[in-house]
Every structure is written in C-alpha cells, then in structure tokens.
C-alpha cells in the first residue's frame, strides 16, 4: 500500500504560554480628547455605515463592493471578506445587531474549499479570515466557541501550505483547498511577509484551542528567518526567503512583501507580553537599528523630511518610498514606548510626519501611492522637469498618484496621536474623513481614487473596487483616534496587520462600554443563511493552556487502504456547537443549510484540546518501513 505520509512532531520545539509580565504602556497617560471628538466619531461612523450598507445591498455575501458599477469582487476566494473584516469595527462602534448578523455570516461559511477558481493565499486568509475570526472571538469576552471551531477549521486547512517532508521550514505562498495541495511549483522563494506573517493568529489559536500545532509551524518559520547568520544588515535577512529559511538577494525595506514580518517580530513579542524568547524583540530592536543607519533618507527638498526607503547592494538606498513602508512609523512608536527607547519614538514620529506630508500636498488631501526624492547626501535621481517645482516645496515628487483606500498613514498617525497627545495627529485624521467623504463618495458607497491630484469630484477618477481592508483599517483607525482612549487602548490589545485586535496572554479587557447602535437594511441579493444558535447562551468554560501534540505516526498499523488523505479535524468536538452528533465531524455548514441549531436548548461546550494531524503532502511516497518500537 501506498499512502501520503505525516510529519511526526519531532521537532524540538517546547510551545507554552507565557504567563503575564508587565510591559511598559504605549498610550500618554491622561489624554483627553477634543471637544469636536464625539462629531467626528459620528463622521466616521456614517461614512462605514454607508459603506457597509452599499455592501449588504449590493455584494453581500462576495469579498468586495465595486462601488462605481454597483457589482462586486471576489478576489479572496469569494468567502466575504468585507463582511470579516467588517467585524471588529462593528463591534468596536457599538452596531450590536450588525455585528451579530456578521457572526452568523462568518460562522456559516463553508471553508472546506475556494468559492472561485483561485486557490487559497495563506497569508491573505490568515490575516483577513482567521484573524477576524480570532479577534471578534476576543472582543466577544470568548463567549462563542463557533467563531473558535469557524478558525480552527480554517487553521486546519491553511496548514497544507507546509509541506515539511519535503523539506521546507517556511510555507507555500497558497493551497489549493480542493484537493489539499500545497502550491510548491519549482520550489523557488518566497517573500518574506508572506511566509512569516501567521505567528500572531496561529499563537492566539494555540493559545484557545490548547492546540501547539498551530504555533509549532509558525515558531518553526519565524525562528528560522529571525536566525539567519547571514542578513543584509543585523535584523534585516534579504527580502525573498528559500524554502529552508536562508534569504535570497539582498532587498531590504519595510514596504510591500517585506512589512508584516518586521511587524510581527515586534507584536508578537507584546502579545506574549515579553516572556516567550528574547530573539523577537532583539531581531526587532537591530532592524530599526540598521534601518535607521541605512536605509532612512532625508529630501533636499522642501521641509528637508526624512523617508524610509528600499536598499540592495546593487543599486543601494532608492531615495523612494510607498505608502504602505508608512506602518513602520506606527510601529516604531510602539516599540520604542514599550521598550524604553526615545530615540526609536523620535524616529518614528520623523517616519510619520513624513508620510503625512504627502497627503498635505496633494489636491484631494488624500496621499499618493508611491514618491521619490533627491536626497540631502546627494544620492538618488534629479525630479522631473514638470514635477521640480513641486519637489522643492514639498520635498518628493510623485510616482504613483493612486489613493487605494490605504490605511497605513491613520494607522501612523493614530499611534502618534495615543503616544503624544500632539493635536497634528488628531487633525490629521479628521481632515483626512472629510476629504474621504468629498472625494471618495461614489454611486454605491465609497470608492478608491485613480489620481489624487485631480480636485474635480467624479466617478470618472475612481477605481470600481472598495477592498475589504477599508472596512478593518481605515475606518477602525480613524473611529479609534476620535474614541475614548480607553477604549480598545494600544496598553491592552495588540492589532494584527490587517487591524484585528488581540489581547495579549492572560489579558482582560477593561474597556468601556461600546456606543449605541444603528440599524441598516437587510441585505437584498443573500441571505446569510440559518439562524443563529438559539441553545447558545454563551456560557462555555474557559479553554485549556496550549500544550505541544504530537501527529499520527506514519509507521503506525493503518487499515484503512484509502490513499486520499483524511481531512484535518480540529478537535474532538463537532465542528456545528449546535447539534448533537456523534457522526464524523464534518466542516462548518453552508450558507444554505438547515438550521442545525433548532430545539437544542444545551449550551455549547468549550473547546477541548486534541491532537490534531499534521497535513499530509501532495505526492505520495512509499510505506516506510519502521523498526518495531521506533517512536520517531
């Protein structure tokens, strides 16, 4: 017989939970907010509620609103994600009844396969999917277990992106979900971010299933990556990553392809408040260390600004910057707070200011995708001719005049503002909801804009696909820099990089209670399907620490002559906390299922850990043979 084998969990690696240990706080201590905060809150509100019910109206149910035309989009995997990333701000803005509607959504959706034709990105479903999950499962006080099992089956499946027994320590950049194929192609790199961007979800799904599995693979890539002997600069490896975990080139950035990874070297060491390894929050320290020395650049230009720009040891610095390297600001701020380092504060406030600077100068008040500069050291290329002037005022010139809905400048500007208290920060963002609800307002919505230096309002200069990350991002960003402080405060939760908010181990919310709740209109194309658990009353047992499992042992009698190999069963429990079934467990029902809940009047058990079996690889290999009592 042959079969596809399992990687036995041999792998050294001892998953625990840290307990609690005090970190230093990020948010000033006594700040207040504005007078106009509670109208600018409101301001932000309207503008995702008519967001939002653009979206139940017209692409319920599909990935994303194409607010032009009216359609939508499915671009990840036709699953909803605006209605999962719409999640924990709904929450969070106190829309009770629409957050209750999103859950049964997301509850409901059947992720034992893609809804297109596209296979499954890890990265994209982990960020997006499983992290929304998670984080509406912790803004919920962990009062409902089948948001829990909706992650754990989704976990389950993303881990097919691993395929260890032929060697690889990092994962497959996508799984094709039909068959449980990883997408290993030639084998060749992949980037940095998308292999190394999972530590904070699969950590926070260990952490309440009591499930190491999930952290053991992550750790594994992590590690490996934050271990390379040979980076381009201390704590920054190149920007592609060989399946073994060494780096490929020598790229290095804190833009698109290479951000989430720095990201979460830091986030993760916060969310295990410090107590896990000293490696992630060193690693973190030497990049923002070696980036300051090497890749931050300041303008000739304008206010002589300083932008944080892409090396190789080719071209060196490329005098050059995204809007999306704009995160690090945030980012350095935060670390810089709870690691007792001014200067990385400094900085990151200079990275901030910066960015900002780009949406000042545009004639929208929206920023652009992309600049460039000349630059105080001499280096990089003179401006254009048509753009000369332009530069000498404001210190870059354009490169790419597309405003896509990015939220990393409010995600910068919203951690300046809690850190500082420096009123810039909070104008900022207000000017920046008004400038969204002139120039974005579209015939359904809100919509991206194609040129930020066109002031006319038009449809003609708007792009027909509102990305579901508005909806998490930018709106969560903008609502929390007009919210009480206290509120979701960045001294309890830790967000991951699409903004879902996590508590650190051991943590507990003390936030105060959510605003009042509004109403918006059924969706009229959909339906989310059944009704919610009407036996759920919330009153599970809190879940086990995690503990290290081991997988089904290759060697071990199977009688089963099957080939295929088993789907991955995420515990012992039915994956429906509804029903009452001693059958095999099946994946998470459908949109279109019966009501498996009805006259089931028992509350839902919690979560129980269980080993869960490592995903089998695509091409089969012959039965070993295994010496009799080899436990390996």
């Known amino acids: 017989m042959r079969r596809s084998t399992y990687l036995p969990l041999s792998l050294s690696l001892s998953i625990s939970i840290p307990s609690l240990v005090a970190a230093a706080n990020v948010q000033k201590a006594g700040l ?80 034992s396969k893609s809804n297109t034709d596209d296979h499954v990105s890890l990265f994209e479903s982990t960020i997006r999917y499983l992290g929304a999950l998670l984080a509406a499962f912790d803004l919920s006080s962990q009062s409902s277990s089948a948001l829990l099992t909706s992650a754990t089956f989704l976990a389950d499946k993303l881990l097919y992106a691993y395929p260890v027994d032929s060697g690889y320590v990092t994962p497959v950049g996508s799984v094709d979900f039909s068959t449980n194929t990883p997408d290993v192609g030639d084998g060749g790199p992949n980037g940095l971010a998308a292999a190394a961007s999972n530590i904070l979800e699969f950590y926070k799904l260990s952490q309440y299933t009591g499930n ?61 408040n410090f107590a896990d390894d000293p490696l992630w929050a060193k690693t973190w320290t030497d990049a923002v260390e070696s980036s300051i020395t090497h890749l931050v650049k300041q303008s000739s230009g304008g206010d002589k600004l300083y932008f944080l720009t892409s090396y190789d040891s080719e071209h060196g610095s490329s005098y050059s910057m995204g809007d999306l390297a704009c995160f690090a600001g945030g980012n350095w701020i935060m670390g810089g707070k709870l690691l007792d380092r001014d200067d990385f504060v400094d900085w990151g406030l200079k990275i901030t200011d910066a960015c900002i600077s780009t949406y000042f100068a545009t004639s929208t008040g929206l920023g652009p995708g992309g600049w460039a500069f000349k630059g105080a050291d001499g280096g990089g290329a003179d401006p254009p001719s048509e753009q000369k002037e332009f530069f000498e005022k404001n210190g870059f010139w354009i490169t790419s005049a597309d405003y896509n809905v990015r939220p990393e400048v409010f995600e910068s500007a919203f951690y300046a503002w809690r850190a500082t208290g420096d009123r810039k920060y909070y104008d900022f963002a207000a000017d920046g909801i008004k400038a969204m609800q002139k120039y974005m307002k579209s015939n359904f919505g809100y919509a991206p804009l194609k040129d930020v230096m066109r002031a006319e309002v038009t449809t003609d200069n708007q792009g027909d696909d509102l990305e579901s990350f508005f909806f998490a991002e930018v709106m969560k960003y903008l609502y929390l820099t007009f919210d009480d402080p206290e509120h979701i405060s960045l001294d309890t939760w830790v967000f991951n990089t699409e903004s879902h908010p996590f508590l650190p181990a051991n943590a507990t919310s003390t936030d105060p209670p959510s605003p009042t709740t509004t109403t918006l209109p059924e969706p009229s194309e959909t339906d989310s399907g059944d009704e919610p658990c009407s036996g759920d009353d919330g009153n599970e047992s809190p879940a086990p620490e995690p503990t290290a499992t081991i997988a089904p042992d290759p060697c071990e009698d199977d009688e089963d002559d099957d080939p295929s190999p088993p789907e991955p069963t995420p515990t012992e429990t039915d994956p429906d906390p509804c029903e009452d079934d001693e059958d095999e467990p099946q994946p998470t029902s459908t949109l279109t299922d019966p009501d498996p809940c009805e006259e089931d009047d028992e509350p839902e058990p919690a979560p129980t850990s269980t080993s869960i079996p490592v995903p089998p690889q695509p091409t089969e290999e012959p039965e070993p043979d295994c010496p009799e009592g080899d436990d390996e």
Request: hydrophobic share 40%.
């Open 212 to 272: 190491g599995t999930y952290l053991k693979f992550a750790d594994m890539t992590m590690r490996a990556i934050a271990s390379n002997p040979n980076p381009v600069f201390p704590g920054l490896p190149p920007l592609q990553v060989n399946k073994d975990g060494s780096g490929v080139g020598s790229t290095v950035n804190w833009d698109g392809g290479y951000d989430s990874y720095l990201e979460y070297l830091l986030k993760y060491a916060r969310l295990t």
């Open 32 to 111: 207040t907010l504005p007078s106009d905060a509670a109208s600018n809150a409101q301001l932000v509100k309207d503008v995702f509620l008519d967001a939002y019910g653009a979206y139940k109206d017209k692409a319920w149910g599909h990935d994303d609103l194409a607010p032009v035309s009216g359609g939508f989009k499915d671009t990840r995997n036709g699953w909803g994600s605006s209605v999962f990333d719409a999640l924990g701000t709904l929450k969070i803005m106190g829309e009770e009844d629409l957050f209750q509607e999103a859950v049964e959504y997301a509850t409901r959706v059947d992720f």
